[in-house]
């Protein structure tokens, strides 16, 4: 049987998410949407489509950015019949599973969900499954449900990807040993980082040290890097996970470390003025914008994006080079 015929065969079977194989379908996609949002559309029927958008996140200085691609992709689509309600659990797993649930009984079309801890999320995600609401994913939790009937796509980095692009910038700049804090306990997307970093400068030259709930105690946090640069003199550089962290902890390192963060935040200001080496961008606001626009590109007309993979959104390498750009973009707080 050729490929052709394969497609055809399993679209008759179960018109599936992924069973579309679009090459450059990302492309294209957003291409259409970002110019011309009403243009992708084409002449489909207007229907009204109910997204969910729950997160673990918070309303600091990422999340902040990624919320307002929700809210623009939603303004954007509005005439199309779209709404979105949007939960922001703090890193509260009750909070969040609330969140899944009252998005269940809503009855909504598609839940956009990041996926820190997934055993956690695991039987509310099911029961939408089963009620016949898409899922996408977003920020964490690549190939957690991807087995789902009703799972989409997954839209966020690859979190080992990045680490590893991390490594790169550290080894590039002569770094020895990099301490690396893992801000948030349950959460699996960061210790991919980590070990993407690893993978690049090898286990030893590696010292992660976990601090639950980092940012809501900044002045522990600080305390504890520091304690750790003093341990061990051997560590020359420093990697937060998130520039909420990152960026306090400047203080706490020894004069001269190199420095590299996850995520824009502040980090641009530290990088310009040579205090912080590069950030990993992953651009966020695309995290937020896109599964609104491939929830109604699906619910309106069955377009498929992905095929099975995940639609990258980075990493990106901010650096000295290419911080003044950013930094435009920033202020007007979509990157």
């Given at each position: 049987?050729?490929?052709?015929?394969?497609?055809?065969?399993?679209?008759?079977?179960?018109?599936?998410?992924?069973?579309?194989?679009?090459?450059?379908?990302?492309?294209?996609?957003?291409?259409?949407?970002?110019?011309?949002?009403?243009?992708?559309?084409?002449?489909?029927?207007?229907?009204?489509?109910?997204?969910?958008?729950?997160?673990?996140?918070?309303?600091?200085?990422?999340?902040?950015?990624?919320?307002?691609?929700?809210?623009?992709?939603?303004?954007?689509?509005?005439?199309?019949?779209?709404?979105?309600?949007?939960?922001?659990?703090?890193?509260?797993?009750?909070?969040?599973?609330?969140?899944?649930?009252?998005?269940?009984?809503?009855?909504?079309?598609?839940?956009?969900?990041?996926?820190?801890?997934?055993?956690?999320?695991?039987?509310?995600?099911?029961?939408?499954?089963?009620?016949?609401?898409?899922?996408?994913?977003?920020?964490?939790?690549?190939?957690?449900?991807?087995?789902?009937?009703?799972?989409?796509?997954?839209?966020?980095?690859?979190?080992?990807?990045?680490?590893?692009?991390?490594?790169?910038?550290?080894?590039?700049?002569?770094?020895?040993?990099?301490?690396?804090?893992?801000?948030?306990?349950?959460?699996?997307?960061?210790?991919?980082?980590?070990?993407?970093?690893k993978s690049v400068l090898?286990?030893?030259?590696?010292?992660?040290?976990?601090?639950?709930?980092?940012?809501?105690?900044?002045?522990?946090?600080?305390?504890?890097?520091?304690?750790?640069?003093?341990?061990?003199?051997?560590?020359?550089?420093?990697?937060?996970?998130?520039?909420?962290?990152?960026?306090?902890?400047?203080?706490?390192?020894?004069?001269?470390?190199?420095?590299?963060?996850?995520?824009?935040?502040?980090?641009?200001?530290?990088?310009?003025?040579?205090?912080?080496?590069?950030?990993?961008?992953?651009?966020?606001?695309?995290?937020?914008?896109?599964?609104?626009?491939?929830?109604?590109?699906?619910?309106?007309?069955?377009?498929?994006?992905?095929?099975?993979?995940?639609?990258?959104?980075?990493?990106?390498?901010?650096?000295?080079?290419?911080?003044?750009?950013?930094a435009a973009l920033a202020?007007?707080?979509?990157?």
């Amino acid at each position: 049987m050729s490929e052709r015929e394969a497609l055809e065969t399993s679209a008759e079977e179960r018109i599936s998410r992924r069973g579309v194989l679009v090459k450059g379908g990302l492309l294209a996609a957003s291409a259409t949407v970002l110019g011309n949002p009403a243009a992708a559309f084409g002449a489909a029927t207007a229907t009204k489509t109910k997204i969910a958008v729950v997160t673990h996140g918070d309303t600091g200085s990422f999340w902040s950015v990624f919320k307002k691609g929700v809210d623009q992709a939603v303004s954007d689509l509005k005439a199309r019949g779209v709404s979105a309600t949007q939960v922001y659990a703090n890193n509260d797993v009750s909070k969040q599973v609330a969140g899944l649930n009252t998005a269940i009984a809503a009855k909504v079309k598609v839940i956009a969900t990041s996926v820190p801890d997934a055993s956690a999320l695991k039987d509310p995600l099911t029961r939408a499954s089963k009620a016949g609401i898409e899922i996408i994913t977003v920020n964490s939790g690549l190939g957690a449900f991807d087995s789902l009937p009703t799972y989409e796509v997954h839209i966020g980095q690859t979190e080992d990807v990045a680490g590893k692009g991390a490594g790169k910038q550290f080894k590039k700049a002569g770094a020895k040993k990099v301490l690396i804090v893992i801000h948030e306990a349950s959460n699996s997307a960061l210790v991919q980082r980590a070990s993407g970093v690893k993978s690049v400068l090898g286990a030893s030259n590696v010292k992660v040290i976990t601090i639950p709930n980092a940012k809501s105690d900044i002045p522990g946090t600080k305390a504890k890097v520091k304690a750790a640069f003093n341990a061990d003199k051997s560590l020359d550089s420093f990697l937060g996970l998130d520039p909420d962290v990152t960026i306090p902890c400047l203080s706490s390192v020894p004069k001269g470390t190199k420095v590299g963060t996850f995520d824009v935040g502040g980090s641009i200001k530290q990088i310009q003025a040579g205090k912080m080496l590069f950030a990993i961008d992953q651009q966020q606001y695309l995290q937020g914008y896109l599964p609104v626009v491939f929830a109604v590109l699906y619910q309106t007309n069955l377009n498929t994006v992905g095929n099975g993979a995940p639609v990258l959104t980075g990493p990106g390498i901010i650096n000295k080079a290419n911080a003044a750009k950013i930094a435009a973009l920033a202020k007007k707080g979509t990157r």
